[in-house]
Structures are given as structure tokens and as C-alpha cells.
């Protein structure tokens, strides 16, 4: 929509794009339609001249080897944390004993939410233990 002349105004550079091929994906249309970005944040950043250009493809690369700088820690983060036996996710508001006999009250005809009552639950929950085989013992 925006045509020669137009400003697209951003809060940062961040907001716009998620990998430099991105940013500068969308810089080359905003340029062939004769628009320009400027930030509220990042003053530096002014596609208006050649030096804005330049500025702001250098602080892309370097805002995209930031993110992957910091994905990279939190994968060994993760490593490390399983190697210690770090269990993740929500823990299970229902013990093995207590999933075992919701399925046996279940198959005797008792319906899900007066289980989800006794078990002070949500009936989804009642659901899940039910349908995941996996959950059961």
C-alpha cells in the first residue's frame, strides 16, 4: 500500500523483520516502491540515504547473529538441564494411582464430570487421561 514518498514509521528495527533475508527482502520492495522506513526507537535507522542503507543492513546482520547466538545457548541450556534429568513442562495434577482409577470409575459408568468433581480437575483433564494411553501406568 505504500506508494513513492511514504514513510514507513516502526517502533524498532526488530519488529519489522526476523532474519536479514526478511529485513532486507522488504527493504528492496519499500525501495522499489519509493518508500522509506524510519524508527521511533533506533533514530539511526533512516532508509532516506545511502548511510541509513548501509546502517541499517549492518545492524540487521547483527541483530540476526544476536538471535542465533542466544538460540544456540538455550539449545545447550536445554542439553544440559536433560543430561541432569531436569523434567520439563507442567507437573501432572494427577498422580499414576489417581489416573488409574479415574479409568476403572470411568469403564464402571461413571461419568466424566462427576470424576472431574471428585478429583477437583477440569472433565478435559479427565479427557486426556482417558484418551493418552500414555498416561496411564
Known sequence: MLKSG??????????LARSIRDLLGII????ASGATIK?????????????????LTIM??????ERQMI????EEGIKRAKAKGTVFGRKHVLDHGQKRRIAERFASGEPMAALAK???CAVGTI????????QLP
Open 28 to 31: 528492496d520492495t519499500l525501495k
Open 60 to 65: 540487521g546482520a547483527l541483530a540476526e547473529f
Open 118 to 120: 471428585d478429583y477437583r
Open 127 to 134: 479427557w486426556n487421561v482417558l484418551n493418552k494411553g500414555d
Open 39 to 55: 524508527a521511533l526507537d533506533d533514530t539511526w535507522l533512516d532508509t532516506g540515504s545511502a548511510h541509513g542503507q548501509l546502517i
Open 6 to 15: 511514504d514513510t514507513l514509521v516502526i517502533t524498532r528495527l526488530d519488529r
Open 71 to 74: 538460540r544456540s545457548r538455550t
